[in-house]
């Protein structure tokens, strides 16, 4: 993960910044849905009188002032200036021009500064008002419109994802703060998760995971840590989240286009699998036909396979009856065309092999190995070496040797085609090894195929024969006809 800030250590003694006296006001805050538009939410929560509303319009010149430190001002003092500091942090600015309101953007930076150090020592207590008001500014702050990806401005439909520049967005600097004042909200330990999901509500969540359609990887993985963070604190969004993942799935397997974070949703949806418990609910089973198999069939699966295999695997070690569901899975989308892919794919199916118990490997190993037997006799050597590789992995070797009266007459013909002709010497190696494996696990069935393929290779060599004569009593009668 990309650096974290480091403040002060907690431990000191805490000082509630207290409103000035007036009537309480509502301190909700809505935060309107982010989606490549730019969010400039008209809704402004109340506050005392004394208090400043926040605004995202730019400063006015003179505006952005320098400010006292909050712990030198007076408790009395501090509600005020507090949400002073709020106002200056919400201000946007320029930051394609490093030139344009430097100074004020230092007065910002400061101040943010100063924020994450407050919530990260513990040294000063927020009131309800206080946190509703942060919330809202960091809205202000992450939630606006993301700049076109590089096929949108292109036009293109099939644009190599590593062929992209990578896009760094200029304003990270301060944003990376914002994040951080975030990120250590969530997860002090002075948070109140009564209090702080009233802000960090769905509406809020579903900004977020808007959020991961960023092209910059700082800010996705600002975006991973905090939604992880606040699955696991609120208990209230945890069925909330997985939905609101599983739908980007959904719009990611079936719609045109990319989704950059695609990998650090996975990732998140990694731990979150991982914690849940066993027997598995029907939900979470759909939930791995109808979204993470299908997750296979995009071009684009090389950016983020290892966190999807997994997910996959997670699936398996915890209810090892959907091995064939997986397996099966596996094979409907198994690329044709893509070598890339194919060697993707026979890595996950080993990992998945691993975790697979007998008779889950019955129900699928005629189609499995018939797929491998192609894999075998790949032109493409990567290809034919890794699917040949499986036989180093003892687990596979002994479910092999289990059902060997089956598998080895469906793997012969590719075997023999290599030994006999595959035009890579380490292949034709590593196919000599896996055949002496199976006269090793049984000589006469080993006998008995190779038997079964010389009869077959005589009748087709009789067959061309055949064809040969035919075709030479057709050209004579030809001949003579002419």
């Known amino acids: 993960m990309f650096k974290i800030i480091k403040g002060k250590k907690k431990g000191l003694k805490q000082e509630a910044i207290e409103p000035p006296p007036g009537p309480n006001a509502s301190s909700d805050v809505t935060v309107n849905h982010a989606s490549r538009s730019a969010i400039v939410s008209d809704q402004q929560p109340s506050v005392r009188p004394q208090a400043v509303a926040l605004s995202s319009s730019p400063p006015q010149p003179g505006v952005v002032e320098v400010l006292p430190l909050l712990k030198d001002v007076p408790v009395a003092d501090r509600h005020v200036l507090f949400l002073r500091k709020l106002q200056i942090c919400s201000y946007m600015f320029d930051f394609s021009d490093t030139l344009k309101n430097a100074s004020e953007k230092e007065i910002k930076r400061q101040n943010l500064l100063e924020l994450v150090d407050l919530v990260q020592s513990g040294s000063s207590k927020m009131n309800e008002i206080m946190q509703g008001e942060m919330i809202k ?182 209810d090892y009856k959907l091995a064939d569901t997986v397996i099966k899975g596996l094979l409907k989308y198994w690329p044709v065309t893509n070598c890339g892919k194919e060697i993707l794919f026979l890595g996950e199916l080993e990992e998945v092999l691993d975790a697979t118990q007998p008779a889950e490997f019955q129900r699928c190993m005629v189609p499995l190995f018939r797929r491998v037997g192609c894999c075998i006799n790949s032109p493409h050597f990567q290809v034919a070496e890794r699917a040949l590789f499986l036989w180093n992995n003892e687990r596979v070797v002994s479910l092999i040797a ?81």
Request: one cysteine or more; charged letters at 25%.
């Open 137 to 318: 500014m960091i809205s202000l702050n992450i939630f606006r419109g993301l700049p076109p990806q590089a096929h949108e401005n292109t036009g293109a439909e099939n644009v190599d994802p590593e062929e992209d520049d990578m896009y760094l967005d200029p304003s990270w600097p301060h944003l990376q703060l914002v994040y951080e004042l975030l990120l250590r909200y969530v997860v002090s330990s002075d948070t109140d998760t009564k209090v702080a999901k009233r802000y960090l509500n769905h509406s809020f969540v579903l900004n977020l995971l808007d959020l991961f359609d960023t092209e910059d990887p700082r800010e996705r993985e600002y975006l991973k840590t905090i939604l992880h963070r606040v699955y696991g604190k609120f208990m209230v969004h945890r069925p909330f989240i997985r939905k609101a993942i599983n739908n980007i799935f959904y719009r990611f397997i079936f719609e045109t286009g990319r989704h950059p974070g695609i990998s650090e949703l996975l990732e998140i949806l990694g731990s979150i699998i991982n914690g849940f418990a066993v027997p598995m609910k029907e939900e979470h089973k759909l939930f791995l036909a109808r979204a993470l198999i299908p997750l296979h069939k995009p071009k684009s699966i090389n950016l983020y396979h290892q966190q999807l295999s997994y997910c996959i695997t997670q699936f398996v070690e915890k």
């Open 402 to 482: 289990q059902h060997r009266d089956i598998i080895l007459p469906i793997l012969f013909e590719s075997l023999e085609r290599n030994v006999q002709g595959h035009w890579n010497q380490a292949i034709n190696e590593l196919t000599g090894n896996v055949r002496r494996m199976f006269i090793e696990m049984d000589p006469e069935l080993f006998e008995e195929c190779q038997t079964r393929y010389m009869d077959k290779e005589a009748m087709l060599n009789e067959k061309l024969k055949q064809r040969e004569l035919v075709w030479k009593k057709l050209e004579a009668i030809a001949s003579q006809a002419a």
